[in-house]
């Protein structure tokens, strides 16, 4: 599962952990595709900044609107979405 | 206890330029939230609409001299507090001046002219500014220019709370005289942060509705900025009876807490404890409470969290009494928001008017409240009002105002 998540560029779902990871102030190695990001201990504020890094670091712009994050259509449900949301706006910009 | 009321009022505002023209539009639930018009650099923005000033011109009002040492929000102050003093028509020679302050709320100070300045020497490359840039942005220049045009040598300072500000100020102003260090105090907020820095930096945490401000409503989306302000003449009862005025209401408490909880996500605790607060210190029933302007800023979170307030006050029956907020109509005034939202009190208790919610398209099962959905509604008899303001900063000022 966690692999046919990652398969498509394992740079973007590396880079997308290691955002994810730090906002929860855990080793990258302990945030496996599954993981719900509020139960990383990831508050609102923390999506809003791990969506910022994101977008600086892939050169995208996330359609988030913290207000109504579940009416977004960008989930961010969990890190393995997240990481296939990330891949998509790369192909977007690429294509 | 020296009872503290309010004798004047003036305001700048995306409504109207004074007070009569705001309750105007208020009364008919007019909007002045649209395209943004004229900013620089406006095309970088992802938000597109405001609350904006429109044909103000303060070479009208303010001569050439003063006004390279004024911001925007100083402006809006100053032209408000015209209006506010020549409705109390107090004067403040000889030892009136003395005991007479100013206290006003802003969160950004001169944002106009930091911007501009950072443009000039960041994105311009020039190495000279104008030499007012420190006079014109800190955050007291209203104060203090409130009280050199007036002549007010009493307390003076300036509250920045965020977008409680304003309503800290007045608490404070209030306080002031109740304590004795004052009998006049000159006091509210105003502010403008509608400009591109202003607005890029609210983009960035992705609160702000790229379509409209609907507090309350089922679809609302986040908040749309204004600009603007609000200033009062605040003075102690048996002043303004000494000077024959006719007070337009008692400003009979104020109510302040901290959520000491998340930076920008607000809790049900620090509003309730501020909104009870409030009553106690007005000695205000919460079955007194006619009308109560909201903080309502438009935002899922803050919304919600008011509702919940209301009824954790209010007890019973707590949806049967209205709660609007003008924010839909003149957008989020950020540190000058309570100020023109006081306007609103003013106009249920002396009127029997309540401003409306507009854009209200359906009502939210998480927030059931009376928001005034669209229309005003007038023939209420308020006796007493409640206005809130939460701020980002988890800090909260509730006023509470009372009919004379």
């Known amino acids: 599962m966690e692999q046919d998540v990652m398969t498509q560029d394992p740079a973007i779902a590396a880079k997308v952990i290691e955002i994810i990871a730090e906002q929860a102030m855990r080793a990258p190695s302990e945030v496996t595709a599954e993981d719900r990001l509020e139960d990383l201990g990831i508050d609102s504020l923390g999506v809003v900044e791990c969506i910022f890094q994101i977008e600086e670091n892939f050169d995208v712009q996330v359609p988030f609107n913290a207000n109504n994050p579940e009416e977004s259509t960008f989930d961010i449900s969990t890190v393995g979405s997240v990481i296939a949301e990330v891949e998509k706006l790369v192909a977007e910009r690429r294509a | ?404």
Not at chain 2, 106 to 119: E, K, L, P, S
Not at chain 2, 170 to 175: D, K, P, R, S, V
Not at chain 2, 258 to 264: L, T
Not at chain 2, 291 to 320: F, I, K, M, P, S
């Open chain 2, 1 to 404: 206890m020296r009872k503290v009321v309010i004798t004047g009022a003036g305001t700048v505002n995306p409504l109207g330029h004074d007070v009569p023209s705001t309750l105007t539009a208020m009364r008919e639930g007019r909007c002045a939230i649209a395209a943004l018009e004229g900013l620089k650099d406006q095309e970088r923005l992802d938000v597109q609409i405001g609350a904006q000033v429109r044909g103000f011109d303060p070479g009208a009002h303010l001569d050439r001299q003063r006004l390279p040492l004024l911001d925007r929000f100083a402006q809006f102050a100053l032209v408000a507090a015209r209006e506010a003093v020549a409705q109390a028509r107090v004067t403040f020679d000889g030892e009136a001046g003395a005991r007479a302050g100013v206290v006003m709320g802003t969160a950004g100070g001169g944002n106009t002219t930091v911007d501009d300045n950072y443009r000039s020497v960041f994105a311009e490359g020039k190495n000279r500014v104008h030499p007012f840039v420190v006079p014109r942005l800190m955050h007291n220049a209203a104060a203090s220019h409130l009280s050199m045009e007036f002549g007010l040598r009493g307390p003076g300072l300036a509250v920045s709370t965020a977008c409680a500000s304003s309503n800290h100020a007045m608490g404070l102003a209030l306080q002031l005289i109740r304590g004795g260090a004052a009998d006049v105090i000159l006091t509210g907020g105003s502010e403008a942060m509608l400009s591109f820095g202003g607005l890029k930096a609210w983009e960035g945490l992705r609160v702000m509705s790229r379509d409209g401000c609907r507090p309350f409503a089922a679809s609302r989306n986040g908040l749309v900025m204004g600009e603007g302000g609000a200033v009062f003449v605040f003075e102690a009862l048996e002043n303004a009876r000494a000077r024959g005025v006719e007070p337009l209401a008692e400003v009979a408490g104020f109510g302040m807490s901290a959520d000491a909880g998340e930076i920008v996500a607000p809790t049900l605790d620090g509003p309730v404890r501020a909104m009870r607060l409030a009553l106690a210190d007005a000695g205000i029933d919460a079955a007194e409470v006619g009308y109560v302007n909201a903080h309502g800023t438009g935002t899922r979170a803050n919304d919600r969290t008011e509702a919940q307030a209301l009824h954790a006050v209010l007890g019973e029956g707590a949806d049967r009494v209205p709660m609007s907020s003008t924010k839909s109509m003149h957008g989020h005034l950020i540190g000058g928001t309570g100020a023109v939202e006081l306007l609103a009190c003013l106009m249920a208790l002396r009127e029997g008017v309540l401003a409306p919610t507009v854009s209200f398209d359906a009502p939210d099962p998480d927030c059931p409240v009376d928001a005034v959905p669209n229309a005003a509604r007038d023939g209420v008899e308020v006796r007493a009002v409640l206005s809130n303001a939460f701020a980002f900063g988890g800090l909260n000022a509730v006023l509470a105002l009372r009919r004379l």
